[in-house]
């Protein structure tokens, strides 16, 4: 199995993060592993995706020192091999690890540590790792580091960069400069576009994703508004990367059963199936398979098509 988007916050383990709080002598909320997870998964009221995105902050401030990374990762990777998976691209934005002093390249050498380790220990799973920028305000010199420690560290772990965050207050189209350099240093490009209902109709946060070069995008689930993008997807070969729970959690559809991902898959788009987040959002490739298999109508043979998709648009070769 194959997941080709999932961050690395959003699929701490629980007893890890009060495992790292004792450690860093941090004070949670809790220190009750079932109270915690409730406080580390999104609420089934949560509004919008940049209200969902509060629920990374306990994550990230655990993660602040090199072997809390490494730790994380390597923690995620053997949790993916023991789930069944053989390739994953995990990603993570390395500027959020920066708050007690670590450099963006220390943070990214520390995961790569981690995945390293991860893959020795099981040499059944292959991990790669996207670096992503983060959408906001007054953020772009910070971007422009992570493009710059991307560039340094690409090779057989770092695969690509990525842009996150909250698309419906900060547009895709503020992050142009960003993405020329990667362009610039011919990096490899996902963006998470076509995922929030803003300002910026999706379709066309998603046609400047296509603009900046991202070969994949991250969900595009509002692609299905616009048929020229439809095309212009099909064209131009493009994966997209759908996590289902997690657009039904930041309430991109009102129900799991509405979810367009098979309309996509049946117009010719190559579609994935992914778990975005496994903590914040309590799944895993197993789940997202099931809601694919009972509640979407995928048969088996169109899972191994979304499949084959994947491995076709994976950033390592
Ligand atoms: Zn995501």
Do not use: W
Not at 137 to 156: C, F, P, Q, S
Not at 189 to 209: F, Y
Request: charged share 25%; proline share 3%.
């Amino acid at each position: 199995m194959i997941e080709l988007h999932l961050h690395l916050d959003g699929s701490l383990r629980v007893e890890t993060a009060l495992d790292l709080a004792r450690e860093q002598k941090i004070v949670l909320p809790t220190e009750d592993v079932g109270e915690l997870r409730n406080l580390m998964e999104v609420p089934e009221d949560c509004k919008t995706l940049h209200e969902c995105l509060k629920r990374f902050d306990l994550p990230i401030m655990l993660i602040q020192t090199e072997s809390a990374v490494e730790r994380v990762t390597f923690e995620l990777v053997e949790d993916l091999h023991k789930l069944g998976v053989t390739y994953a691209e995990i990603r993570f934005a390395p500027q959020f690890s920066t708050a007690k002093g670590l450099t963006q390249d220390q943070v990214v050498a520390a995961a790569i540590k981690g995945a390293k380790r991860g893959m020795e220990m099981y040499p059944a799973i292959r991990c790669g790792l996207i670096l992503c920028c983060m959408r906001g305000d007054n953020i772009e010199e910070k971007n422009l580091e992570t493009v710059e420690v991307a560039k340094k560290h690409m090779g057989d772990v770092v695969c690509a960069i990525d842009l996150a965050g909250a698309e419906s207050l900060f547009p895709t189209a503020m992050f142009e400069p960003v993405f020329e350099k990667a362009k610039a240093y011919g990096l490899p490009v996902t963006i998470h576009a076509g995922e929030a209902i803003g300002e910026v109709p999706g379709p066309e946060s998603m046609r400047k994703a296509l603009a900046y070069g991202a070969k994949r995008i991250g969900h595009g689930v509002l692609a299905l508004e616009d048929e020229t993008l439809i095309k212009e997807l099909i064209e131009k070969d493009i994966t997209l990367e759908i996590c289902v729970t997690s657009n039904y959690h930041t309430k991109l559809v009102s129900s799991l059963k509405e979810h367009p991902i098979k309309k996509l898959f049946d117009v010719g788009v190559k579609v994935t199936f992914n778990s975005d987040n496994m903590t914040v959002s309590n799944t895993n490739i197993h789940k997202e398979i099931e809601i694919l298999k009972t509640q979407l109508g995928f048969t088996d043979e169109e899972m191994n098509i979304m499949q084959n998709y994947a491995r076709e648009a994976a950033f390592i070769k």
